[in-house]
């Protein structure tokens, strides 16, 4: 039975693109099939005026109807009359996609390293009340209009990915000169940012005109700008525009990792240490560049969530680095598979909503149901990480250095 898992395992590390894209999908229609029968059996422990009745049970959930809500209520309802590609659903799906591309690839990164930065969810809260406290300070000096958002949105992402980067290289840090696990560091390093972000804000950032903990609203003309004409209103707190610049960050990542020297050493050393180190690879200092890379793309998610959903940085940041580690195993670690993934979060979250006001499903059900389907998906990529770990170790050194770009 073993050597048949260690086969199993192999077959998984060595699988083609296409096949593991065919395993993703057949994952997803067993998680559909499960799911949908779980939601059914569910009905009959509910209460409800009508239903399908079997065998004198009143079967009250219909799987087919969620499933409709799920995923193409996420999408506004394209097959309904009157759809419109510019409507709520489809950009509370895009908003939350653009997000998380940006967690994703901080955690991606990481794990390409060999590090697992559980912290993306820390550097995120910081790089966001950075941002806003940078935008804040430096608006009064600037003109407002275009002018302003050309100089302000910039600076305040730039702003994010340096608090973000900063958080980000002290557990690298740690773990390169004191060999500190970064698990563990940056577990901690998630409280400690929660705690010291709430602690600025209250003395020194909070609103005086609002009793909620949040910081003042930055100007209007220092959000991410809607596309005039063909983009999304201002009023569903999402840009094409910032969707495009994850979209080329996520294709910048690729090639960095794939096409440059800073990448070939950084998945050198994730791959096989011992290796890189034999080839003159300075571990300590790739150990710190890496994190601070991943900490700044968790501070640019924060920045984004700053400066294109509120406006402003709020105390209740919602656990968009955690789902982040989910995304990254789902795309296997691969910067252009991150997309993807984010994408089916965003259908996961925006259609949960559509559910949970379209059906009378209860919201713990609904949340059981994406996930399964996260869990299902997941699972094949997270044995082909460990397969990778334990099975393929004596060739990975010759697969480093063709580039590994499809992993």
């Known amino acids: ?19 593991r894209l065919v395993i993703s999908l057949a994952a997803l229609v067993a998680a559909i099939l499960v799911g949908g029968v779980l939601v059914f059996v569910s009905g009959a422990f509910a209460s409800c005026r009508a239903g399908l009745d079997i065998a004198g049970v009143t079967f009250c959930y219909n799987p087919m109807q969620v499933y409709y809500e799920l995923f193409l209520g996420s999408l506004g309802h394209p097959l309904e009359g009157g759809w419109s590609p510019m409507n709520y659903s489809l950009a509370t799906t895009l908003r939350q996609t653009t997000l998380l591309i940006f967690a ?3 955690v991606a990164v990481a794990f390409r390293a060999g590090l697992f930065n559980i912290g993306t969810q820390g550097q995120l809260v910081v790089g966001g009340l950075v941002t806003a406290v940078t935008v804040l300070f430096a608006a009064p000096y600037l003109p407002g209009g275009f002018v302003g958002t050309v100089l302000l949105v910039p600076l305040g992402v730039l702003a994010g990915a340096l608090g973000g980067g900063f958080y980000g290289a002290i557990p690298g840090a740690l773990k390169a000169y004191a060999d500190a696990n970064e698990v563990i560091t940056t577990i901690m390093l998630n409280f400690i940012a929660t705690g010291v972000t709430a602690t600025l804000l209250s003395r020194w950032f909070q609103d005086p005109n609002s009793a909620n903990p949040q910081t003042r609203a930055v100007p209007e003309y220092a959000e991410i700008p809607t596309l005039p004409g063909v983009g999304f209103s201002g009023r569903m707190d999402f840009s094409l525009l910032a969707l495009g610049f994850a979209v080329a960050l996520m294709i910048a990542i690729a090639w960095l990792l794939a096409r440059t020297t800073f990448g070939y050493e950084l998945r050198t050393t994730g791959i096989q240490p011992e290796a890189a180190a034999y080839g003159g690879v300075d571990e300590k200092r790739m150990t710190v560049a890496s994190m601070t890379l991943s900490g700044a793309l968790g501070g640019v998610a924060g920045a984004f969530w700053v400066l294109m959903q509120h406006g402003r940085w709020l105390e209740n940041v919602p656990d968009l680095g955690f789902d982040g580690i989910a995304v990254s195993i789902l795309a296997g670690n691969n910067p252009l598979g991150v997309g993807a993934a984010a994408f089916l979060f965003g259908v996961l979250d925006s259609g949960s909503s559509s559910i949970n006001t379209s059906t009378d499903v209860p919201p713990e059900l609904v949340g059981v149901l994406s996930g399964l389907l996260i869990l299902f998906v997941a699972m094949p990529e997270f044995f082909r990480m460990i397969g990778r770990r334990f099975i393929d170790t004596d060739a990975a050194p010759a697969r480093a250095a063709g580039g590994g770009a499809d992993e």
């Open 1 to 19: 039975m073993r050597n048949d898992l260690e086969r199993l395992l192999e077959r998984l590390v060595h699988a083609s693109v296409l096949e």
């Open 104 to 106: 994703g690839l901080s």
